[in-house]
């Protein structure tokens, strides 16, 4: 079964608001990775969060972190159209270095 | 720098029929990986290759098998191709604990 479950499973919301994603997982972690996918490509990676941290920023996107709840959030704020995508959080577990475990995904409809 | 380049693109087989996917990528990575990802899912680890010259099973490996032809490449076959295995394959490397990077993706189509 996935490592990483991703809550909800879709999310359409208008230009300039701000998106949430949420990704779950079950067993200690090394680092946890937020991830975007356009329409038929491939992965882009987004940004890296690891175990001793809290809180990444990178532009409009902001990461959580709380290990305690076993559980991660992607926040992108003044969303615009471009950033319609399906996002996806991969943990790499303590125990398999390398081994990203991906969750099932997030698809984000940004309406202009 | 092309980064992870996946080829072929597309491709239809019929039930049976064997093919190879091959990776490759120029960012001096020691680790590879082989994921499939079906529709509305996310990826699924097939198979992986951690340093040149080794390989290990991923979760789903069945019906695959794979090469690490040397650090640059890492090959997966289908030997004998069935309609579960219609999927969008992809190829990833990175150097340990850090983001990994995507090739493309393989569009199959087994009939």
């Known amino acids: 079964s996935q490592q990483g479950e991703e809550d909800p499973q879709a999310l359409s919301i208008q230009e300039g608001e701000n998106a949430t994603m949420n990704c779950s997982y079950k067993t200690s972690i090394n680092n946890l990775q937020w991830y975007r996918q356009n329409s038929g490509r491939g992965l882009v990676h987004l940004i890296l969060?690891?175990?001793?941290?809290r809180e990444k920023h990178s532009g409009r996107l902001r990461v959580t972190l709380d290990t305690s709840k076993k559980s991660s959030s992607l926040l992108i704020t003044a969303s615009r159209a471009a950033d319609t995508a399906s996002y996806f959080c991969a943990t790499d577990a303590d125990t398999n270095a390398g081994k990203s475990t991906f969750g099932d995904g997030t698809t984000l409809t940004v309406k202009p | 720098n092309a980064g992870v380049t996946q080829t072929p693109k597309f491709q239809v087989l019929k039930t049976g029929q064997s093919m190879t996917l091959q990776c490759a990528q120029d960012m001096n990575h020691n680790s590879m990986y082989w994921y499939r990802q079906d529709p509305g899912m996310g990826l699924r680890l097939i198979y992986y290759s951690a340093s040149e010259g080794t390989t290990d099973k991923g979760e789903v490996p069945n019906g695959y098998n794979v090469s690490r032809l040397n650090k640059r490449e890492f090959s997966l076959r289908l030997e004998s191709a069935a309609p579960s295995q219609t999927s969008v394959y992809f190829c990833?490397?990175?150097?340990?604990?850090?983001?990994?990077?995507f090739g493309q993706g393989t569009r199959l189509t087994v009939v």
């Open positions: 969060i690891r175990s001793n941290e």
């Open positions: 990833a490397s990175r150097n340990g604990w850090v983001e990994a990077f």
